[in-house]
């Protein structure tokens, strides 16, 4: 049986109570373009103690928390109405390079496949065009809606823009591509 928890390029594990994570998760919460990117709460250096408790929060308070990391190099409780949402954080030397798509693919796949989810939804800020082109444009979820004004950031108001994909429309993007 193939690795459910693996993709091409990336490793999905579960956040451990180590070290390790606990700065890896911390470095997500610090990087400030990854925070403003996908959180709309008050951009502020966030505390070790902060980072722990969100860390705690994604352990136990999501259908899925992994961290996503690299593979290695080849040469060496479903809600009751099957919906959910992704979050994603990249933490900023690695944006650009396909892993959101990646990941997202992943977690779809994983979501409709494995845990028997109906709608998968995702969102983000108005100002971040480059996440608005990679849900909508190149993985196909559909634009529902804009919570207006919601987040003040960098000296502007900005809106939440909400997407989601249904079980079927990826079915539909599955065959397309096969």
Request: negative net charge.
């Amino acid at each position: 049986m193939e690795n459910v928890f693996r993709s091409e390029r990336l490793i999905y594990r579960a956040i451990e109570d180590t070290p390790e994570d606990e700065d890896f998760m911390h470095t997500i919460q610090a990087d400030p373009v990854a925070f403003s990117n996908s959180d709309n709460g008050l951009l502020a250096p966030m505390t070790r103690k902060e980072s722990g408790a969100w860390k705690k929060s994604v352990q136990t308070n999501k259908l899925l928390g992994v961290i996503i990391c690299l593979a290695p190099p080849p040469s060496n409780p479903a809600l009751p109405h099957r919906n959910s949402y992704i979050s994603v954080d990249i933490i900023t030397p690695y944006q650009r390079k396909g892993y959101g798509s990646e990941a997202i693919k992943w977690v779809l796949d994983w979501g409709f496949r494995i845990a028997g989810l109906h709608r998968i939804g995702i969102e983000c800020f108005s100002y971040n065009a480059g996440a608005r082109e990679l849900y909508e444009g190149k993985l196909g979820f559909v634009f529902e809606g804009r919570k207006r004004e919601v987040l003040w950031y960098n000296g502007g108001w900005h809106d939440l823009l909400s997407f989601s994909m249904l079980e079927s429309e990826w079915k539909k993007i599955l065959a397309e591509e096969s």
